[in-house]
């Protein structure tokens, strides 16, 4: 890889860091003051779900990790050290990755609807099977079994609109004072 292209990629990857970390914290309700520091009690009930990290961790620890490992690739990247570069920026990608799925859990439901739109039957998100899911209008619809699916494709798109209507997921919701 030559010293262009591994420039052109840290500096996607110190813009994503950059641009979109701070705006996803500020969407979950991260009250944050000038100096960057937490300035409001959250008053969020934190994630059950095993691996997701609290907002307070992702902003002490995981993002200096982020970019940390950026530094270091920028680092080996002056020093012409492209194996080093990749592997920090691996490490980036990463550490990323496990931010944006902890981030989902306080910005955006997984799945537009909370019941099957066909039986009405409530749905776990975590034990959603991919069968069980449909792309409707840029979300993921998740049914209750196989055959709801199969239903749904039948449906016209007035019909799901309805439907959908009834079974709308609701995202979690931010106490006014953190609200921005």
């Not at 110190?14 to 970390?21: D, F, S």
């Not at 306080?106 to 959603?128: E, Q, S």
């Amino acid at each position: 890889m030559n010293r262009i292209r591994l420039t052109t990629v840290v500096v996607v990857a110190i813009a994503a860091a950059g641009a979109v970390l701070p705006r996803a914290l500020a969407q979950a309700g991260c009250a944050m003051g000038h100096s960057g520091h937490n300035t409001g009690n959250m008053n969020m009930e934190q994630p059950k779900k095993a691996g997701v990290f609290s907002l307070e961790e992702m902003h002490s620890t995981h993002v200096p990790m982020v970019v940390t490992s950026i530094d270091k690739a920028k680092q080996a990247l002056g020093s012409g050290d492209p194996s080093t570069v990749l592997a920090e920026l691996n490490k980036a990608r990463q550490m990323l990755m496990a931010i944006d799925e902890s981030l989902a859990t306080y910005v955006k439901p997984k799945f537009a609807n909370d019941r099957c739109p066909v039986m009405g039957t409530p749905i776990n998100p975590d034990k959603v099977a991919e069968n069980l899911i449909r792309d409707y209008r840029a979300q993921k619809i998740a049914f209750c079994c196989a055959g709801c699916p199969e239903q749904w494709d039948r449906l016209t798109d007035s019909q799901k609109q309805a439907k959908l209507a009834k079974v709308r997921s609701q995202p979690s919701q931010i106490p006014a004072s953190h609200a921005h």
